[in-house]
């Protein structure tokens, strides 16, 4: 399962979907997680639908998108490329925490987590 994080700084999830120049990919395994890659999303495009579009194509096939705040539109195109999108539940939410928090979830996991694993 790989999880894609909107975040300024790869410790925190505090980036709006729109907004974001960065998503950290992590994948899980079992119950470990990895490291996989940043991807630059970064890009200027004044056209709303081409923005989003661009920054669900640097996805790069996670199954989870998980952000601090995202738009229902953008929520709505998320879900349509098969990618869940999750917003965090506090402000500043660790990234680590969340992992953990995915990882404990497997054991009895939700419909949406179901598809997933």
């Known amino acids: 399962m790989k999880i894609a994080f909107a975040s300024k700084d790869n410790i925190h999830v505090n980036e709006h ?3 974001c120049k960065k998503f950290y990919i992590y994948e899980i395994i ?3 997680y990895t490291f996989v890659k940043a991807i ?3 890009i200027e495009i004044e056209d709303e639908i081409d923005k989003l579009t661009y ?3 640097c996805l790069e096939n996670s199954d989870i998108l ?3 705040q995202i738009g229902p539109k953008a ?3 998320v879900k349509s490329a098969k ?3 999750m917003q ?6 660790k990234i680590e925490d969340v992992l953990t928090s995915l990882i404990k979830m497997k054991d009895n996991p939700p419909i949406w987590m179901r598809r997933l694993i």
Request: glycine share 4%.
């Open 40 to 42: 630059d999303s970064s």
């Open 66 to 68: 998980y952000v601090q």
């Open 55 to 57: 920054k669900i194509e």
């Open 75 to 77: 929520a709505m195109m």
């Open 88 to 93: 965090s539940s506090k402000e500043n939410e």
């Open 30 to 32: 079992a119950d470990s």
């Open 83 to 85: 990618v869940f999108p």
């Open 17 to 19: 979907f729109g907004w």
